[in-house]
């Protein structure tokens, strides 16, 4: 019986651990170091938290919930749903909270996993679930800790500060901001939004789903795996104007434009166009933002921010805008991937030393030179506006078929050639200029390089590539140690 290690309890540790479970495995542990599952939907709590993917599309194909409130969920039904994941595949025994995992290496055979409160466990196989977006960003903005209010980067929101009667400062207008404004907008004092670079606003409805639908989703299993079906059907039209030129770019850019056009007032019309393509940073969906920034008492602020002050936010022009409470809505580091665990190989090359140009992958699941490790969400994944839960799914079951072989005996250790790795990875670049995100903007998509770190194609084809294990392209149990290399 193969022995595993998944590290992290987020959407995708936790389906790897349902795959695992699935497959017959049980030697498994998922290594997490917060108190709780749900990555994401556990660490981000802020007002006006919903998933921009439809939520009957934002599950496990494996287990799909009849009773979504919403066509886009709330964070906190999300993470219910997480939860619920955990008892309906009787996890709760695998999941070891609290522990953080500091350092992994692959020796005689095995990792060797250790964790911050001095354990080490040993495993045939290691699994990184550990996210993408998940170490905040918070900028350095000169004075931050001088301001007299509360402020707090929004995925450690301080639900300790009450927000009645307050005046409250949110800066940056990805997903995030945007939400936080639509919700707020309005129902606070005075809201001032300090927007660097203008978003591109998709206005997707968000509507309820009524008792009968859910009655019949519950009575009739098939319609939500149809509605899965459909919705992904959908987004292919996203995916497609995303990755290529053609009518799907040109359709949704028109989209942006004609909400743009809602706005009457010239002058925030103006503050509020972007001058890039639409799609280029990832696309906010929202029916609601250009109407909450007209309501009473919001203002968005384009100048920039120069330093913040006890009373407020001071910007290049001189103005204080005085603010009782601060919401950093500045994004992640999407390239610290696993970091900062060090993750050692059998010829002592470290991750680093593997991503000192940026996270390279092959095929976004398995790295040269650490045999028998796999990755969910690695470099270069499909998590351009697609929803990320099938995506997880697919590399979950490509770790499986590896860890089956595993168990047939086919091989002991295996890790890709770098070789094949840097084909894969060369052929990921020439396919890069034809994407949106290369067309010239900033954004978390955008690697050292400036190149984009996502997958260049539809997802369909990252399953259709990951339904092989494409064994020929990896060394398998080498003679010495240093073949590997
Ligand atoms: P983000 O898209 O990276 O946006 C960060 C914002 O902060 C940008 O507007 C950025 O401006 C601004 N910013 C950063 N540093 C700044 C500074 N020093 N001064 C002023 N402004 C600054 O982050 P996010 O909104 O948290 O979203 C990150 C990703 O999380 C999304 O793209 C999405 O994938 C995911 N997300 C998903 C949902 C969902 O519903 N599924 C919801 C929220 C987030 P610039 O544009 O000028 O850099």
């Given at each position: 019986?193969?022995?595993?290690i998944?590290?992290?309890?987020?959407?995708?540790?936790?389906?790897?651990?349902?795959?695992?479970?699935?497959a017959g495995?049980?030697?498994?542990?998922?290594?997490?170091?917060?108190?709780?599952?749900?990555?994401?939907w556990?660490?981000?709590?802020?007002?006006?938290?919903?998933?921009?993917?439809?939520?009957?599309f934002?599950?496990?194909?494996?287990?799909r919930?009849?009773?979504?409130?919403?066509?886009?969920?709330?964070?906190?039904?999300?993470?219910?749903?997480?939860?619920?994941?955990?008892?309906?595949f009787?996890?709760?025994?695998?999941?070891?909270?609290?522990?953080?995992?500091?350092?992994?290496?692959?020796?005689?055979?095995?990792?060797?996993?250790?964790?911050?409160?001095?354990?080490?466990?040993?495993?045939?196989?290691?699994?990184?679930?550990?996210?993408?977006?998940?170490?905040?960003?918070?900028?350095?903005?000169p004075?931050?800790?001088?301001?007299?209010?509360?402020?707090?980067?929004?995925?450690?929101?301080?639900?300790?500060?009450?927000?009645a009667?307050?005046r409250?400062?949110?800066v940056?207008?990805?997903?995030?901001?945007?939400?936080?404004?639509?919700?707020?907008?309005?129902?606070v004092p005075?809201?001032?939004?300090?927007?660097?670079?203008?978003?591109?606003?998709?206005?997707?409805?968000?509507?309820?789903?009524?008792?009968?639908?859910?009655?019949?989703?519950?009575?009739?299993?098939?319609?939500?795996?149809?509605?899965?079906?459909?919705?992904?059907?959908?987004f292919?039209?996203?995916?497609?104007?995303?990755?290529?030129?053609g009518?799907?770019?040109?359709?949704i850019?028109?989209?942006?434009?004609?909400?743009l056009?809602?706005?009457?007032?010239?002058?925030?019309?103006r503050?509020?166009?972007?001058?890039?393509?639409?799609m280029?940073?990832?696309?906010?969906?929202?029916?609601?933002?250009?109407?909450?920034?007209?309501?009473?008492?919001?203002?968005?602020?384009?100048?920039?921010i120069?330093?913040?002050?006890?009373?407020?936010?001071?910007?290049?022009?001189?103005?204080?805008?005085?603010?009782?409470?601060?919401?950093?809505?500045?994004?992640?580091?999407?390239?610290?991937?696993?970091?900062?665990?060090?993750?050692?190989?059998?010829?002592?090359?470290?991750l680093?030393?593997?991503?000192?140009?940026?996270?390279?992958?092959?095929?976004?699941?398995?790295?040269?030179?650490f045999?028998?490790?796999f990755?969910?969400?690695?470099?270069?994944?499909?998590?351009?506006?697609?929803?990320?839960?099938?995506?997880?799914?697919?590399?979950?079951?490509?770790?499986?078929?590896?860890?089956r072989?595993?168990?047939?005996?086919?091989?002991?250790?295996?890790?890709?050639?770098?070789?094949?790795?840097?084909?894969?990875?060369?052929?990921?670049?020439?396919?890069?200029?034809?994407?949106?995100?290369?067309?010239?903007?900033?954004?978390?998509?955008?690697?050292?390089d400036?190149?984009?770190?996502?997958?260049?194609?539809?997802?369909?084809?990252?399953?259709?590539?990951?339904?092989?294990?494409?064994?020929?392209?990896?060394?398998?149990?080498?003679?010495?140690?240093?073949?590997?290399?």
């Amino acid at each position: 019986m193969p022995s595993v290690i998944v590290i992290g309890a987020g959407m995708s540790g936790l389906c790897m651990a349902v795959k695992l479970r699935r497959a017959g495995i049980t030697d498994f542990t998922v290594l997490e170091k917060a108190s709780d599952v749900g990555g994401t939907w556990r660490d981000n709590t802020y007002p006006g938290l919903r998933c921009d993917v439809p939520s009957a599309f934002y599950q496990y194909f494996f287990d799909r919930n009849p009773d979504w409130s919403h066509f886009f969920a709330a964070g906190d039904e999300i993470q219910d749903y997480f939860r619920g994941v955990v008892d309906r595949f009787a996890l709760r025994e695998h999941i070891e909270l609290d522990t953080e995992v500091t350092r992994a290496e692959f020796a005689e055979g095995r990792w060797r996993v250790r964790t911050a409160d001095g354990r080490t466990r040993e495993a045939d196989f290691l699994i990184s679930a550990s996210g993408v977006l998940h170490h905040p960003v918070v900028p350095d903005i000169p004075g931050l800790d001088s301001f007299d209010g509360a402020w707090f980067h929004t995925a450690r929101w301080d639900h300790s500060v009450s927000l009645a009667d307050k005046r409250v400062g949110v800066v940056g207008t990805g997903s995030t901001g945007v939400q936080i404004v639509s919700e707020l907008g309005g129902s606070v004092p005075k809201l001032s939004l300090f927007q660097r670079t203008p978003q591109w606003v998709l206005p997707v409805p968000n509507w309820r789903n009524d008792r009968l639908t859910r009655a019949l989703r519950s009575r009739f299993p098939a319609l939500t795996s149809l509605e899965y079906r459909l919705i992904e059907g959908i987004f292919s039209i996203l995916v497609a104007a995303v990755t290529r030129p053609g009518w799907q770019r040109t359709m949704i850019s028109k989209l942006c434009e004609l909400n743009l056009r809602t706005v009457r007032d010239q002058d925030l019309r103006r503050k509020l166009t972007p001058d890039y393509q639409a799609m280029c940073k990832r696309l906010v969906m929202s029916p609601s933002f250009y109407r909450a920034v007209r309501r009473p008492g919001v203002e968005v602020i384009t100048e920039r921010i120069d330093h913040v002050e006890p009373r407020g936010v001071v910007t290049t022009d001189g103005t204080l805008h005085e603010v009782d409470v601060l919401a950093l809505a500045t994004g992640f580091d999407s390239h610290a991937y696993l970091r900062p665990v060090e993750l050692v190989g059998p010829t002592g090359r470290t991750l680093s030393d593997a991503w000192s140009e940026g996270p390279r992958a092959y095929r976004t699941v398995a790295l040269p030179e650490f045999p028998n490790l796999f990755l969910l969400m690695g470099p270069h994944s499909p998590v351009g506006n697609f929803s990320l839960v099938p995506i997880a799914e697919v590399q979950a079951d490509y770790a499986i078929s590896w860890i089956r072989a595993w168990q047939r005996g086919e091989y002991t250790t295996a890790a890709p050639t770098r070789e094949a790795t840097d084909d894969y990875n060369a052929r990921l670049r020439a396919a890069m200029p034809n994407t949106v995100w290369a067309t010239g903007c900033q954004s978390w998509y955008l690697g050292k390089d400036g190149l984009p770190e996502v997958w260049p194609w539809s997802p369909h084809r990252h399953a259709r590539m990951l339904r092989d294990r494409h064994t020929d392209e990896f060394v398998v149990d080498p003679a010495q140690e240093g073949v590997w290399r």
